[in-house]
């Protein structure tokens, strides 16, 4: 369900292999019968009489309580989603949001609570979303099965698995169908937990629950995540003796697990299953995953064919085509390709998002093709509302990457005139460069701001074990004691237990230098360290405790 690093444009490619969603679609009678109507919920703290707690409840028309702008004073003056965006889209500023609108006395109807935690969820904003969706319940809005599942699938991203299973086991009988069975399922999947979601959907078979496509879908994306794609085509086979319909989804994923395996002939045996088969028409998605499987095989003569058929398919103009024919045409080299589907976007989103243009920008920069990305990012400079580090940061590394440091500095400090603040990546970018050119005090200020810009943000960021590794061998040649100390004290910040290698690198430092630390024996106790044989003995020479 979920997707990668914020500083990379989304979507790149498509996500072939994301686990299903459940609970979003009910088949049950219940829920269908209340399609035509709305609850109204009061979300403020409920007294406890029932008989308040039931006039809280007001139905009304859709047609009615779709429109928020003529509601009365009680209810809160706009859509719940935009009072929880309305400072931005960071999770700190929706949760303060969130925490002033759940303290108000402000009511709203159910159906906003709905919409606002599928806007939640689609930004991976699920802390929020497991607090609307459980304060909700707490104040009388009554959950149907469908929500159940959405709200088990939020405990576990919030909570995590332990939780979810003990919700699950918490909920009413009448509430465990293929939808609250097929959410823990699709939890088991993420966790990459394979035995038990293999012995829950082996259970949902023996209760003869409703089976659908999604329960086979996230165990064939559990399989191709855990390096096992030789067992998706056993479950194909299962779904068929079963007679439960292939979608779109089950094909991607078929297809994807052939591709790793290289069998590319098998690719197209599927492909050509599909449009025999009739019920399910290939998508752009699908032919975007062609494509990508074209690309990654080096056929990009057949991949450019598969991105034509996207292209006559994506006739909606869907913004997401676009980025990924930005994307696969730039993975095939064919510049000329790019900026034609360039041109396109625009002129079908004269008002182009930011991801669009960070798409576009990192793609130019891998074909280096600087003055074309240079051309564009100003172009998005001088119409953009939001100043977005992201964008700053694809040109700011391909500065880095040229070696024109100044450049990127500069870049930099007009990103902070405009309001954008460096976030761990800016900062990790300026490291790669200091690295490569061995100025390890930079690289060190660089850490020193990366943990810290990460921990302002309320994400951890830590330097990967071979830039530990490369500055630590660094301290360690120049004889540089202090300046291996001072390091090691921004490490401490990260809040992670320092590796032993570390502690013996920091010892060989000592030695080299040819001093004493009579409370590195003390240190190493309280950091809970296991030196080698070999570093046991080197302690010896610095320590006389």
């Not at 686990?19 to 399609?35: A, D, I, M, N, T």
């Not at 079963?242 to 991607?252: G, V």
């Not at 197209?268 to 399910?280: I, L, N």
Request: aromatic letters at 8%; proline letters at 4%.
């Amino acid at each position: 369900m979920d997707r990668p690093e914020p500083d990379r444009a989304q979507p790149v490619l498509p996500l072939h292999t994301r686990p299903v969603r459940y609970g979003e679609q009910s088949s049950s009678p219940l829920k269908s019968k209340r399609r035509n109507v709305a609850r109204v919920y009061d979300c403020c703290p409920q007294p406890s009489a029932t008989s308040t707690a039931i006039s809280a409840m007001a139905l009304q028309p859709f047609g009615r309580t779709r429109s928020v702008s003529k509601r009365s004073k009680t209810y809160l003056e706009e859509a719940l989603y935009r009072r929880l965006f309305r400072d931005g889209s960071s999770e700190m500023s929706v949760r303060q949001q969130l925490n002033r609108f759940l303290k108000s006395s402000k009511r709203v109807y159910k159906w906003e609570v709905g919409d606002t935690l599928k806007k939640l969820r689609g930004r991976r904003l699920y802390y929020p979303a497991f607090k609307l969706s459980e304060a909700m319940a707490e104040r009388g809005m009554n959950k149907t099965v469908s929500d159940q599942a959405i709200h088990l699938d939020l405990v576990a991203k919030a909570k995590g698995i332990t939780a979810a299973e003990n919700y699950f086991i918490n909920l009413p009988e009448a509430s465990k169908n293929h939808l609250s069975y097929g959410a823990l399922l699709n939890c088991y999947c993420k966790e990459l937990m394979a035995e038990e979601a293999e012995g829950l959907l082996e259970k949902m078979k023996e209760l003869n629950l409703e089976l659908s496509s999604m329960p086979y879908n996230s165990i064939m994306t559990l399989y191709t995540k855990t390096g096992q794609p030789e067992k998706v085509p056993a479950i194909i086979q299962e779904m068929k003796s079963s007679q439960i319909m292939l979608d779109a989804f089950s094909y991607n994923i078929w297809m994807r697990a052939l591709a790793s395996t290289s069998d590319i002939l098998g690719v197209e045996r599927v492909v050509e299953e599909m449009k025999r088969d009739g019920r399910v028409a290939p998508n752009w998605t699908t032919y975007s995953n062609i494509a990508s499987i074209y690309v990654d095989a080096g056929s990009f003569e057949k991949a450019e064919k598969a991105l034509k058929e996207l292209e006559k398919i994506n006739a909606h103009k869907n913004l997401s085509a676009y980025q990924i024919l930005i994307t696969l045409y730039g993975r095939t080299g064919n510049l000329l390709e790019v900026y034609r589907i360039w041109r396109s976007l625009r002129l079908a989103f004269p008002k182009t998002a930011n991801i669009s243009y960070l798409n576009m920008i990192q793609v130019l920069v891998k074909l280096k093709d600087l003055p074309g990305a240079e051309k564009c990012f100003k172009e998005w400079e001088s119409n953009c509302t939001t100043y977005d580090i992201r964008i700053v940061n694809a040109l700011i590394g391909a500065y880095a990457k040229e070696g024109s440091l100044e450049k990127a500095k500069d870049l930099k400090e007009r990103a902070c005139r405009r309001g954008a603040k460096p976030n761990a990546k800016t900062w990790e970018l300026f490291l790669e460069y200091y690295l490569q050119n061995e100025d390890i005090k930079s690289a060190a200020e660089c850490v020193d701001n990366a943990v810290s810009t990460g921990r302002g943000d309320g994400r951890k960021w830590v330097p990967s074990p071979e830039t530990v590794r490369t500055m630590m061998r660094h301290f360690e040649q120049q004889k540089d004691v202090d300046g291996a100390e001072g390091f090691l004290k921004i490490l401490s910040k990260t809040e992670g237990q320092l590796e032993a290698a570390v502690f013996e690198s920091l010892i060989r430092t000592y030695v080299a230098a040819g001093r004493k630390e009579p409370t590195m024996r003390r240190r190493l106790k309280m950091e809970n360290v296991e030196l080698s044989e070999v570093g046991t003995k080197l302690l010896d020479k610095i320590c006389d405790e």
